[in-house]
């Protein structure tokens, strides 16, 4: 999460390091055929006012329409896949519980990093919430 409100970057124009000036600002995205309204930032060089691609801008861009596509689809949060992980910290690596559910091996590992899951695969993760940890592995 960026909440600064000037970030490095290199100013392609000015072909300099500048302080990016960051602003914020909530944008209606189409995004797989759903109207999503979400925060966007664009990062401006301080000196020619020309945007300045910063991938931690980039990133935030990304990750808010994601979690915003996940609210429209009633599908699990990131905020929550990671929680889940912590619940079971201890009981079950996030490969173990991958496979206690029935999913690839790897599933829980790409949902930590912000692959978005089916709905269908999201209600079995929800599920997961309430089960004692035992119960589900063993
Ligand atoms: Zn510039």
């Known amino acids: 999460m960026i909440d600064k409100w000037t970030i490095s970057g290199y100013c392609i124009y000015c072909l300099e390091d500048v302080d990016a000036v960051v602003e914020t600002k909530e944008e209606e995205i189409t995004w797989k055929n759903t109207k999503l309204r979400c925060l966007q930032k664009t990062a401006y060089c301080p000196m020619c006012g020309n945007e300045v691609h910063v991938g931690e801008v980039h990133n935030f861009n990304l ?76």
């Open 63 to 138: 990750f808010s329409i994601y979690d915003a596509y996940r609210k429209a689809h009633n599908i699990i949060s990131l905020e929550d896949v990671n929680k889940l992980v912590r619940q079971y910290e201890g009981t079950a690596t996030p490969k173990e519980l991958s496979i206690a559910l029935g999913l690839h091996e790897d599933a829980i590992d790409n949902y930590l990093k912000g692959y978005i899951p089916s709905k269908k695969i999201s209600r079995k993760l929800r599920r997961a919430f309430k089960v004692v940890p035992q119960k589900l592995l063993y």
